[in-house]
């Protein structure tokens, strides 16, 4: 190894000992150890385990109702967890062999399911918790559409939109070109865009605010419930939902670690593509978001 060489490798802390350039000069990584992967299969194995179980006990349980927009809400979550559910044991024998079998298409469909299905629980999540707070502002029982047939059309436009949004961005900087198609949920360094980075921002402001809004609202209405009944405040049905609704919006605190890591991740990346704790870190979190498939516990507490 020459001097040069030897420079270069030791002027650059906490990345891995081998990476390479495609011919267009993209950098890829190599993959995390077996310690770091060992602790994503068990994240995984529990969401796929307790998400299904979660999944079918919702279905049981919910009572549809095509013109209740807060039902079609929790009828779409339950889709959308069972179709992101249905990738989770890709993910966890990626993590296992240390290898991706199943096609560089099919790898940037997993990689983009998993933020496909944070945004559109964040979506849904919000319909449901806006619903509650309009109901108890205007003291109606329960939100409807006029027509049965609005909620096909609701919920139809809510997945083009966020699949519009979510997938040609990962299938544009997702590129397993130089691996064979051995390797997957990598990322392109130089692929990181200026659109592809105000994207990134974008969407991390809007989620975060609109949890810091939520909450507030919730915080200040349960204070105001508070104030009301004072002592017997235990004791009033409406305190309790509002309870309920405080904890939907709880459920959100498992996107907040990726999206508040995600804005210091996007500069850095740049300067440290292959930064062991950037990427273990970036990993971890994005795993955490799929928590969310346990919200099944707060709907078989709430009242619909």
Not at 82 to 110: D, M, N, Q
Not at 158 to 187: H, Q, R, T
Not at 231 to 238: A, G, M, P, T, V
Request: aromatic share 14%; charged share 10%; hydrophobic share 50%.
């Amino acid at each position: 190894m020459n001097m040069s060489a030897m420079n270069n490798t030791t002027s650059l802390p906490e990345i891995f000992t081998s990476s390479n350039f495609t011919s267009n000069g993209s950098l890829f990584c190599n993959p995390l150890d077996r310690t770091h992967s060992g602790a994503l299969i068990i994240i995984y194995i529990i969401v796929f385990v307790g998400g299904s179980v979660g999944a079918v006990i919702m279905t049981w349980k919910i009572k549809t109702d095509r013109k209740s927009i807060t039902s079609t809400a929790v009828i779409n979550l339950i889709l959308v967890h069972a179709l992101f559910l249905l990738t989770v044991p890709f993910r966890i024998s990626y993590y296992t062999l240390g290898e991706w079998k199943f096609g560089e298409i099919f790898c940037k469909l997993v990689s983009a399911m998993i933020h496909t299905h944070m945004y559109l629980c964040f979506v849904f999540y919000v319909t449901i918790i806006i619903m509650r707070m309009i109901s108890f502002f205007q003291e109606k029982k329960m939100m409807l559409f006029h027509q049965p047939w609005h909620s096909s059309a609701a919920s139809l436009l809510i997945w083009s939109l966020v699949l519009l949004a979510v997938f040609p961005l990962f299938l544009s900087y997702i590129d397993n070109s130089d691996k064979d198609g051995k390797k997957c949920f990598e990322f392109s360094v130089t692929a990181v865009s200026s659109y592809t980075k105000t994207m990134n921002y974008f969407a991390v402001i809007i989620v975060l605010a609109t949890f810091a809004i939520l909450l507030a609202i919730q915080v200040g209405i349960l204070v105001q419930l508070r104030i009301r009944y004072q002592d017997n405040l235990n004791n009033q049905q409406e305190f309790g939902a509002q309870k309920k609704t405080l904890l939907f919006i709880l459920v959100m605190i498992c996107f907040v670690p990726y999206l508040g890591f995600r804005l210091f991740y996007m500069k850095q990346i740049v300067i440290q593509p292959c930064s062991l704790s950037l990427n273990i870190t970036n990993e971890i979190f994005l795993a955490l978001t799929a928590m969310s498939c346990f919200d099944v516990l707060i709907f078989l507490m709430a009242a619909f």
